[in-house]
């Protein structure tokens, strides 16, 4: 086993400092959630010099550690988790092992993420949906309350649904059709020389939408099953 050095490996308390060095609000409390959630992973190094165990978080941990800080005080409601689970699962999707975040610590922070999910409110949801819809809809969007209103019931936690219920709320053909009359095409937005939106001309949205939304949501119904599922089938996803 590697002895731990200052440069490469931080125990907690060293961590913490650094952290509120920087001006972030931290505490033991606070690093304890977030292992617990997936946000911080568990220690690469322990010693046992006599009774008890020193923890020791390699250098990536404590860069995860600071950028998910970072993140989150960019934020305009710090005490929500669920955007901060993703950047711990993108840098495991990008840099694999290497990144410093092993699978493990992935699963609970996707396990934090669905749990959020199941557990938001109705309101908030469809606050979320009409500020996407908002930003992506034409100059006169027809049926938008509408599309609206489905986007928000498909995000909705709805457990023990039969397979037809399940089929209805998730058919991606008739949500493609409401999404035709609402969401902006890609030859309005070629015209349109002042959109503050340039994401909008590299991809197409009513396909986002369409598929990416939906199988969002409908995961969320097999939470336990996705967890569940061999470590070989998350490295090879």
Known sequence: ????TDKFFYQKHEMLALASARGFQVSDGLFEDWKEKGLIGEASERVWPGRGSISWWSQPQLDLFLRILAYRQEESNPAHIEPLCKIPVHRWLYYGDAGGVDLPQVKRAMDTWMKYQQNITEERRRRHVTELVKVYQGTKPEGKRELIDRLTAMGMFAPNQSPE???KRFDVE???YALEAVILDKAY??????DPHPYRERV???????????LQFRALL???????LPDSLWEWA
Do not use: N, V
């Not at 097999?222 to 569940?228: F, H, Q």
């Open 1 to 4: 086993m590697a002895t731990p």
């Open 165 to 167: 219920d399940i089929q």
């Open 174 to 176: 008739t949500l493609r």
């Open 189 to 194: 937005r070629k015209k349109d020389k002042k």
């Open 204 to 214: 197409d949205l009513k396909m986002i939408f369409s598929t990416i939304y939906p």
């Open 222 to 228: 097999e939470r336990e099953g996705i967890l569940a």
